[in-house]
């Protein structure tokens, strides 16, 4: 009996020495049921088994730990990166080296991220080194992560299929990152185009209403001559439709994409058919006319395009900024400023001063302006950075061209809906500045002449009389004539001269 206990108690201990020395045979057994073990060229790392991301996204978020705004912070981002794999993956099985089984797992995978599932697999931070291989890395680690599930296998059973060797097959960050960029701002700068163009419809819509509306007009900030309030919303509005014929021309060269050329290039490690076989895959399946760059080396580094859609977002920034300000100032008042027009009262203005209405909208529609301004710097000291066949810096790029099209498109809109839509004219008051203006003088040159015309402003002005009366006291005109050139309705567009004798 005593000599069975002891060997029940001998085999007790060994499986227990066996147990403990486990991990140390085989290190893929340390985990806890919670994570699993993954591997890259740098090391192995535990991943939390419920992640679809991977090693390489493990290090991107350990490296970059700025939490400015994170990937899945940018659908559209995430949606186009996606896109682009699905491309990739129907021309690699079209050109025969992605098997269907792999190629249709790939596509499933997509076409849920797509649908917006997964988004919150892309934890890393938008900020980072390395040209956006992070970026590249989380989108192909989620992607096979999910194909595998698909297949019927584990999270991070890479034998069976690989992040790199087949979610990226006959690509490099090189190209697929700048062309996921182009999409992104191309399906963003689509929201934005429709929020500016009803905008200019707004203001067109303003200009019909107050085309009767006469109003002093003003350079440098003193009078001129009369102006319609319809005629400067017709203005606003042609500002806003020059400032999107360069946004359109910013957009239609994001159409050409270096998706083909891999590293630097050259397209090594693809097919030769492979570039314009998955440009057009790109243009079928996002209804973009994307084609492909006439030279892929040169293309790999140059940020020109990042800069002229960086420009043309900060000129239609500058534009709805110079129309907010102005809005700002003939609804300034109500007492002591100009008081032309009244916007939407939407808050009380003050902590202190009851009854302050401020144009908040207004103001804050040109802290926008300003944002894409200091965007548009970075992108362009940035894109300046290039190094010869690739830019290192691209990410910061990306992030603020990301940025800049989102505001866009929510400060137009805001700006539309409540702003420039609930704008009312004040025309007594813009009646009686006219009629109390010296700017009318102008319309006598033509018969006064410059010198005695400026004679009766100093005049006027001196001793608060009326053009209109001084003139008919000197009885340089008659008061018919006098009545048909000072009036305002003949002061606002081109009218004959005087016939010489």
Request: aromatic share 6%; hydrophobic share 40%; with cysteine.
């Amino acid at each position: 009996m005593r000599r069975h206990q002891i060997q029940s108690r001998f085999w007790i201990m060994a499986v227990i020495l066996t147990l403990c020395m486990l991990p140390l045979l085989n290190p893929s057994l340390s985990h806890s049921a919670n994570t699993r073990i993954e591997k890259d060229s740098i090391g192995e790392r535990e991943i939390p088994s419920d992640a679809y991301w991977g090693v390489q996204t493990s290090r991107a978020m350990e490296n970059f730990p700025y939490n400015s705004h994170q990937l899945k912070q940018f659908p559209d981002f995430i949606i186009a990166y996606t896109y682009v794999k699905k491309a990739a993956a129907l021309a690699n099985n079209e050109l025969g080296i992605l098997p269907n089984e792999k190629m249709t797992a790939i596509n499933q995978a997509c076409d849920e991220i797509i649908a917006g599932k997964l988004h919150d697999q892309f934890p890393i931070d938008m900020i980072q080194g390395g040209a956006g291989t992070s970026t590249n890395m989380n989108v192909n680690e989620v992607i096979a992560n999910r194909a595998l599930e698909i297949m019927g296998h584990q999270k991070g059973e890479y034998k069976f299929l690989h992040p790199n060797d087949d979610v990226n097959l006959s690509q490099s960050t090189n190209d697929n990152y700048p062309t996921a960029c182009k999409l992104a701002v191309l399906i963003g700068l689509k929201k934005a185009t429709k929020s500016i163009t009803e905008l200019k419809n707004a203001l067109e819509a303003k200009g019909a209403e107050f085309k009767d509306v006469i109003k002093m007009g003003r350079t440098e900030m003193q009078d001129a001559v009369p102006v319609t309030l319809g005629q400067e919303f017709n203005g606003f509005a042609d500002t806003i439709n020059e400032a999107l014929a360069q946004l359109n021309q910013a957009r239609d060269a994001f159409y050409k994409v270096n998706m083909g050329g891999t590293a630097i290039g050259t397209g090594l490690n693809s097919p030769p058919k492979y570039g314009a076989l998955v440009v057009k895959k790109m243009a079928e399946l996002t209804g973009f006319p994307f084609v492909q760059c006439h030279d892929l080396v040169g293309a790999s580094s140059d940020g020109a395009g990042y800069i002229q859609m960086s420009g043309a977002f900060k000129r239609m920034g500058s534009a709805i900024s110079k129309i907010a300000n102005d809005l700002r100032l003939m609804s300034s008042g109500p007492r002591t400023g100009f008081y032309e027009i009244l916007l939407p009262a939407l808050q009380p203005g003050s902590s202190i001063m009851p009854g302050k209405v401020n144009p908040v909208i207004p103001e804050v529609t040109s802290s926008i302006a300003y944002q894409l301004a200091g965007y548009d710097t970075t992108v362009t000291m940035a894109a300046e950075l290039s190094s010869l066949e690739l830019n290192p810096v691209e990410c910061i790029i990306v992030y603020d061209l990301l940025m800049g099209v989102d505001l866009l498109d929510k400060g137009a809109s805001v700006f539309t809906t409540k702003c420039v839509a609930g704008i009312k004219a004040n025309k007594d008051r813009c009646a009686t500045m006219v009629k109390s203006s010296i700017g009318l003088v102008t319309a006598l040159n033509p018969v006064l002449g410059y010198e005695k015309s400026a004679a009766i402003a100093k005049e006027s002005l001196a001793s608060g009389r009326s053009v209109y009366d001084l003139v008919l006291e000197k009885g340089w005109l008659s008061k018919e004539k006098l009545d048909d050139m000072l009036k305002p309705e003949n002061m606002t567009q081109p009218r004959e001269w005087p016939k010489l004798q």
